[in-house]
């Protein structure tokens, strides 16, 4: 057991040194480098499978599974920096989750990536990204988690930007690097606060911890500004970050625009890992948010946060997505939303709920994105959905793997994963004691996502192909849309079979990923179904409205011509304005924050130039001016009155000196008109 | 007996001649010889007062003469032997020639 | 004016002129002495008998005489044509000379107080003398004693032909045999 | 004609003479009769010395000396005179004429000068001076003067070196000279001559007259002040300066005829004075030896005394061999003048020790002064016995 947790640390490693070597690599060493990654990313996911084994029997019954590994890293003076990493279920899940999906989608990017000249560049920072997301999950402090979570912030801008060459890929890429990098202030803030309050950064070390109980009840205690208790105040601070790399409402703006990047980027950061790496941070520091001051039984204020914020990101996000014409954005909006729910999720439900809608979101989301890319890489590079249509029969496998995937993450009863987490966190919600409104609002959403999914579904694979018309306006022939190769599909149905078969494992009736994640044990119960009854019947009848309203006005009027108006767009206009203009949220910030910082861009220009730049200036004119005068003075003063006055001096000198010539009978002279000056000074001296 | 005055015009033309011969002559035994001269001319003064002056048994002017001419044959002999010195360094006794105290050996 | 002292005072100041103005050294020694020897008598003419004798025996007697070996030591006899006797800035000299003189008589001629008439000449014995000289003058005596002592030995050192090493020579005696 | 008279017979002629004379004239008169009187006896005196030494040469070294002139030589004074006279005098072309002409007169001069004090007789002192021996001294200090003058005024090597030689010699010797005549001015405590020949005289009663020369320190001082005046004169055993066989006549080299003579005459009043003066003071100057010899006139008794010292220079020339310069120049500095001192101390313990009463104490007084001379003498003079000995000669 022990040997386990010695040993976790090599699942990030291996990827790191295929990064490494892949980094040195030449150019056309196409296949090594993609041997690499994968190799890496094979062998991490069969040491995840070891560990999440490990996890499968609990130390002691009731309480949590936990192995801490710490080392001293940084010494300074008598303080020092310790980093550490942890296997616990949280972990080992979001370790094989990652592993499993990198995996996939390292081998569904051999063939969509086939004939991209940057191919090794491509998997070096594929690599890159998935070392770093590996070492954000197992770490057990804070620091490390906030290195390794700026690494992931730095691959994901290196992947958006791969095709830097485009001019919107490489603004896409910094947007998106900036926004993240905004939420990142938060959470660095966060952790200084925490840092200085509890004086450790490690999670759980032995009882010192920042989240065990000692430093919690510390925190507890004492409140800041507003009475808002300290740990809550920590933690909102740390959700700023989960917010801004997760896409929550106020910093969701740059996950759309990060779809520029190649599609699996698309999949494997934008939809299963990167930006569930926020959930993760919010469920790692669950017991900081959670805690409350002792006695007092309501929901601490920052999961109060967490929840409606999720709850607003969701039914905003899903209004987005049902007006979106690019396959890749109605995803991206779709996965705003779901992400929302996992927030949601977390604030109602706790750690489990969360934890389970985010295992099957990437799995499903996952599938959704290759999909969609399978489908561009059919209509060669075609991403707007009025330009496809009917490829129901040109691309049976793409297809019947969608269908799979739209039905999971719509949440069709039963059968599908999407059904049992969303219906988990309605439940949740609707147990939530503070108030309805969540759950309303994630209604609300389930139901839009049902509708904008069934949209996509009729206008990409039902109806008319309408390929052919954008060729004649277009001017290029495009071929017939194609079936993307083996490489291709093959991991698709094997996401398909995994966004199917993972909803079991935390339905109602058999709770078992709730149970491993607390470290219960669980066994089959059709009881607690009857329980959870009311809310699945519920959910079952908002998907099927939502699929009805859906094929009511996309299926059964098909649509002929690209330039065709939406359906929707006939109904409500102005309501379709907006929702496709993404409630001008991006204009919003371009008028205000963008403008802002332009403004104070130019003020701070301004004083650079003027203010500073006069004050050196003047500084420079002044010390001219005193060297002029000093000058002036060496020039008159000192060489006029001082050197003058030498120079008077030696001639005088050299005048005297030639009295003492050594010529005596100089001297004798002298003397002699002494003598007679003197004779006359002493006869008539007196008289004068 | 001749008054003073003239006694002491002649010393002061003779301590004249002393004085002219000291600036004039180039050579260090003629300055030597200058003063000798202007020692004399002091002598004859002394002599003079003694002799006009009262109190003539005092013999103060006779004793400060011989103290003189003693003291001056001293300072001749000194003198002298410093004139033999410096030509013997030197190889030159013109006054104008030894106008440095620099000690270099080679005789210029 | 008393023949005895104008023509003494004549032979002094020819002497004088002479010893000052010769082109030959030698020659101006010997009127050195003459001059000495016209002062001594202006001494004697005086009465200071003692005084004068003093004065030939030792400035006649041994002052002249060093004088003479002197210029022959120093070779200042010969006076080879080249060589100027008189210094470039004479004129000066004589100017300064002549200044001083005109102020010396100009006192002498303006202070009345010098024309009292001589007293009786004074009866001054050798033996008063001797007696005052070891009386009164005993201290200034011994001095002169003192100093005429260090003269001379000043005077032989550095009379003394010195040895490259800058020590006087040793004496011719002290390696010669008898 | 009683003994006083003819021991006045001179002094009373002069002032027969000068009574004869106005009385305005009659000081200097006395003095120009004084001179002549000298000048007259001198002269005289000085050719029968050349004569008598030639003579007393021959007959040391066992010859007869001139005797061709005149019977038995007696003329031949007159024949050198006359021979001066004649011959030719001349002149190196390159001398300097002023001074070769006038280093004779100077040198004779002042020789002449010195006699003015000297008392060859009673009352017969041409001047009395009170400072008499200072006087004698200052006078005879010239001669150096006189010799420069010739050695340098005939502009040859030979003069001048036989110059230089005697005037380094007379300088030396003439302080030696000096300090032995103080002992006896320190006894009789006067300088003037007279008056010490008058000390010098014979006690009433006493046979011995008491001269100083019968004193320890008296004789210590007469044979250095002999030795210092043989010096002085470039005589006999000094006579260095105008050695005949090295240098010829010396600073005379380049003389002839009268100013040779001169030169000669200079010499011989040079003897003469110095003569005098041992006389007056060692010798009891015109006094009589003995008491009962007392009627001989008194200037016969110095001109006697005169001529014994005038053999005794004559026999030490026909004796000594000449000493060479740096031997003459050590024995006048470093034995001479520290005797001479030696003896003044004499003098001076012989005169306080004048009042002694104790029995014997004459005795005594002679032993002390006489050992406080002999000891220093013979210390001094230790170096020279050691290296006196048989003459070895090396290339004989």
Same mark, same amino acid.
């Given at each position: ?10 699942? =990030? ?9 892949? $980094? ?5 060493? @196409? ?11 094979a062998a991490g996911f069969l040491l995840s499978c070891v560990a999440f084994a490990a996890t499968l029997q609990p130390a002691a019954p009731g309480a949590p599974f936990r192995l801490v590994r710490n080392f001293e890293w940084l010494q300074f003076g008598s303080a020092s920096l310790a980093l550490g990493w942890v296997l616990d279920p949280l972990s080992a899940g979001m370790l094989v989750m990652v592993t499993l999906v990198g995996a996939l989608i390292f081998i569904y990017s051999l063939g969509y990536m086939a004939h991209d000249p940057n191919f090794t560049r491509f998997f070096c920072f594929l690599a890159f990204f998935a070392s770093a997301m590996l070492g954000l999950v197992i770490a057990n402090s804070l ?29 896409? $890429? ?95 950061? /934008? ?5 569930? $790496? ?5 469920? @790692? ?101 009025? /330009?496809?249509?009917?490829?129901? @029969? ?55 996502? $049902? ?107 098909? @649509? ?12 409500? =206009? ?115 | ?46 002599? %003079? ?31 002298? %032997? ?27 | ?38 002062? +001594? ?55 300064? +000379? ?7 008589? +100009? ?47 000043? +005077? ?23 | 004609?009683? #003994?006083?008279?003819? &021991? ?16 305005? !004239? ?62 030719? &005098? ?5 001398? &300097? ?30 001047? &009395? ?20 003058? #010739? ?39 006067? !300088? ?35 030795? #210092? ?75 006697a005394k005169l001529l014994a010292l005038l053999a005794v220079f004559i026999w030490l020339r026909g004796t000594l061999p000449r000493l060479r310069q740096d031997q003459l120049m050590n024995f006048a500095w470093k034995w001479l003048l520290p005797m001479s001192l030696v003896n003044l101390v004499a003098a001076g313990v012989w005169s306080y020790s004048a009042a002694w009463t104790l029995p014997g104490a004459g005795f005594v007084r002679w032993a002390s002064c006489a050992g406080l001379l002999i000891l220093p003498a013979l210390w001094l003079s230790r170096g020279w016995r050691a290296r006196v000995g048989p003459r070895v000669y090396r290339y004989a």
């Amino acid at each position: 057991m022990r040997t386990v947790i010695e040993m976790v640390w090599i699942v =990030p490693v291996l990827p790191l040194l295929a990064a490494g070597v892949s $980094a040195l690599l030449p150019r056309q060493r @196409r296949r090594t480098a993609a041997a690499l990654a994968i190799g890496a990313m094979a062998a991490g996911f069969l040491l995840s499978c070891v560990a999440f084994a490990a996890t499968l029997q609990p130390a002691a019954p009731g309480a949590p599974f936990r192995l801490v590994r710490n080392f001293e890293w940084l010494q300074f003076g008598s303080a020092s920096l310790a980093l550490g990493w942890v296997l616990d279920p949280l972990s080992a899940g979001m370790l094989v989750m990652v592993t499993l999906v990198g995996a996939l989608i390292f081998i569904y990017s051999l063939g969509y990536m086939a004939h991209d000249p940057n191919f090794t560049r491509f998997f070096c920072f594929l690599a890159f990204f998935a070392s770093a997301m590996l070492g954000l999950v197992i770490a057990n402090s804070l620091l490390l988690l906030f290195i390794c979570w700026e690494l992931v912030g730095l691959a994901s801008y290196l992947l958006i930007g791969f095709w830097f060459h485009k001019p919107s890929a490489a603004a896409a $890429a910094r947007k998106a690097f900036i926004v993240t990098r905004i939420g990142d202030l938060g959470l660095l803030l966060g952790m200084v606060w925490l840092y200085r309050e509890t004086g450790s950064l490690l999670f759980y070390d032995q009882g010192q911890g920042c989240l065990e109980q000692a430093a919690l009840s510390k925190l507890v205690v004492s409140t800041t500004l507003g009475g808002l208790a300290l740990s809550s105040a920590i933690g909102l601070l740390l959700f700023c970050g989960a917010a801004g790399k997760s896409g929550q409402l106020p910093l969701h703006v740059w996950l759309p625009d990060a779809m520029e990047g190649p599609t699996p980027v698309s999949a494997l950061i /934008h939809a299963a890992t990167m930006v569930a $790496a926020g959930v993760f941070l919010v469920a @790692r520091v669950y017991p900081l948010m959670q805690a409350v001051p002792s006695g007092a039984a309501q929901v601490s204020t920052a999961l109060q946060v967490v929840t409606w914020i999720g709850a607003c990101t969701a039914i905003f996000a899903a209004l987005i997505a049902v007006a979106q014409n690019d396959i890749k954005r109605i995803l991206a909006y779709s996965t705003v939303s779901q992400l929302g729910y996992m927030m949601m999720g977390l604030g109602v439900g706790g750690v489990a709920v969360g934890m389970f809608h985010l295992m099957t979101h990437a799995f499903f989301k996952a599938l959704l994105f290759l999909g969609a890319g399978s489908v561009i890489h059919g209509c060669h590079e075609q991403q707007d959905i009025r /330009h496809m249509g009917g490829l129901r @029969r040109l691309m049976p496998v793409t297809f019947a793997a969608y269908a799979v995937g739209m039905m999971a993450l719509a949440g069709v009863p039963l059968l599908f994963s999407g059904f049992w987490s969303k219906d988990a966190i309605l439940h949740a919600a609707h147990l939530w004691p503070l108030s309805k409104g969540p759950f309303v609002l994630g209604a609300a959403g389930a139901l839009l996502t $049902a509708f904008y999914m069934t949209r996509q579904m009729c206008l990409v694979f039902f109806g008319p192909n309408r390929a052919a018309h954008a060729s004649a306006a277009g001017g290029h022939v495009s071929a017939q849309p194609h079936e993307s190769p083996a490489v291709m599909t093959v991991p698709l149905l094997i996401l398909a079979v995994f966004a199917v078969g993972l909803g079991f494992l935390g339905s109602p009736a058999w709770p078992w990923f709730q149970g491993w994640l607390e470290g219960s044990t669980t066994h089959f119960q059709a009881g607690h179904l009857s329980e959870a009854l009311p809310t699945m019947l519920l959910s079952a009848l908002i998907v099927a409205a939502g699929m009805a309203a859906g094929w009511w006005l996309y299926g059964r009027a098909p @649509r002929q011509s690209p330039r065709e108006a939406d359906a929707l767009q006939r109904l409500q =206009p102005g309501l379709y304005s907006i929702l496709a203009g993404r409630f001008f949220v991006d204009e919003f910030y371009a008028a205000t924050v963008v403008r802002l910082n332009a403004g104070a861009a130019l003020l701070s220009d301004f004083l650079d130039r003027w203010v500073w730049g006069g004050l050196v200036r003047l500084t420079a004119w002044l010390t001219g001016q005193f060297s002029e005068i000093a000058r002036m003075a060496d020039e008159f003063l000192v060489n006029g009155g001082f050197d003058l006055g030498c120079g008077r001096l030696r001639r005088g000198g050299r005048f005297f000196s030639g009295l003492q010539d050594g010529q005596i009978q100089h001297y004798l002279s002298v003397i002699g008109l002494a003598l007679a000056a003197l004779v006359l000074w002493l006869v008539w001296g007196g008289a004068l | 007996m001749t008054p003073l005055p003239y006694w002491l015009i002649l010393s002061s033309i003779l301590f004249a001649i002393g004085l002219a011969g000291c600036l004039v002559r180039r050579n260090a035994i003629m300055v030597l010889i200058g003063i000798e001269l202007m020692l004399n001319a002091a002598n004859l003064n002394f002599i %003079a007062f003694w002799r006009y002056g009262s109190g003539a048994e005092a013999a103060h002017g006779i004793m400060f003469v011989l103290f003189a001419i003693a003291i001056a044959a001293a300072e001749t002999a000194v003198g002298l %032997a410093l004139v033999i010195a410096l030509y013997r360094l030197r190889r030159t006794v013109q006054v104008d020639e030894a106008d440095a105290l620099k000690a270099d050996d080679k005789p210029r | 004016m008393n023949p005895v002292f104008f023509i003494l005072a004549v032979v002094t100041l020819a002497g004088a002129l002479g010893a000052v103005a010769l082109r030959n050294m030698v020659h101006c020694a010997l009127c050195l002495a003459v001059t000495f020897i016209g002062i +001594a008598a202006l001494f004697l003419h005086q009465g200071a008998q003692f005084a004068g004798l003093v004065q030939v025996l030792v400035y006649v007697g041994a002052v002249a005489v060093l004088i003479v070996f002197a210029i022959l030591l120093t070779r200042s006899g010969d006076a080879r044509k080249g060589v100027a006797v008189f210094s470039r800035s004479w004129k000066t000299g004589l100017l300064t +000379a002549a200044a001083t003189l005109a102020t010396l008589v +100009a006192a002498i001629v303006n202070s009345p107080g010098l024309l009292r008439e001589a007293p009786r000449a004074p009866e001054l014995s050798v033996r008063q003398i001797g007696l005052d000289l070891m009386s009164q003058w005993l201290l200034p005596l011994e001095i002169l004693g003192l100093l005429l002592t260090a003269t001379m030995i000043g +005077a032989v050192i550095l009379a003394m032909p010195e040895k490259p090493s800058g020590e006087p020579a040793p004496g011719p005696e002290k390696g010669a045999r008898p | 004609m009683t #003994a006083a008279s003819i &021991d006045q017979v001179f002094v009373n002629a002069k002032q027969a003479l000068l009574s004869l004379l106005p009385e305005t !004239l009659r000081p200097g008169l006395s003095m120009a009769i004084n001179a002549a009187a000298i000048l007259g006896t001198f002269a005289l005196l000085f050719a029968v010395a050349t004569l008598l030494e030639r003579k007393g040469l021959g007959r040391i070294q066992n010859r007869y000396g001139p005797n061709r002139v005149g019977p038995f030589g007696v003329l031949q004074p007159v024949a050198d005179g006359l021979k001066m006279l004649i011959k030719e &005098d001349i002149l190196p072309r390159q001398a &300097d004429r002023v001074v070769h002409f006038l280093a004779p007169i100077a040198l004779v001069l002042s020789v002449l000068l010195a006699y003015a004090v000297l008392p060859f007789g009673r009352n017969m002192a041409p001047i &009395d001076l009170d400072a008499g021996v200072l006087y004698f001294f200052a006078a005879s200090a010239a001669t150096e003067l006189g010799v420069f003058m #010739a050695g340098w005024a005939s502009r040859s090597k030979y003069s001048l070196l036989g110059a230089m030689r005697g005037i380094a010699q007379m300088i030396s010797y003439e302080l030696p000279l000096v300090l032995s005549t103080l002992g006896v001015i320190m006894v009789t405590g006067s !300088l003037s001559l007279v008056e010490i020949a008058e000390r010098q005289a014979p006690p009433a009663g006493a046979i011995l007259g008491r001269w100083f020369v019968f004193t320890p320190w008296g004789l210590a001082g007469f044979l250095l002040f002999m030795t #210092a005046a043989v010096a002085e004169a470039n005589r006999a055993p000094f006579d260095l300066p105008e050695g005949e066989s090295e240098i010829i006549a010396g600073h005379m080299v380049e003389y002839s005829g009268f100013k040779y003579a001169l030169f000669f005459m200079g010499e011989y009043l040079g003897m003469f004075a110095a003569s005098g003066l041992a006389i007056t003071l060692f010798l009891g100057g015109y006094h009589a030896p003995f008491a009962f010899l007392g009627w001989a006139p008194s200037w016969f008794w110095f001109f006697a005394k005169l001529l014994a010292l005038l053999a005794v220079f004559i026999w030490l020339r026909g004796t000594l061999p000449r000493l060479r310069q740096d031997q003459l120049m050590n024995f006048a500095w470093k034995w001479l003048l520290p005797m001479s001192l030696v003896n003044l101390v004499a003098a001076g313990v012989w005169s306080y020790s004048a009042a002694w009463t104790l029995p014997g104490a004459g005795f005594v007084r002679w032993a002390s002064c006489a050992g406080l001379l002999i000891l220093p003498a013979l210390w001094l003079s230790r170096g020279w016995r050691a290296r006196v000995g048989p003459r070895v000669y090396r290339y004989a």
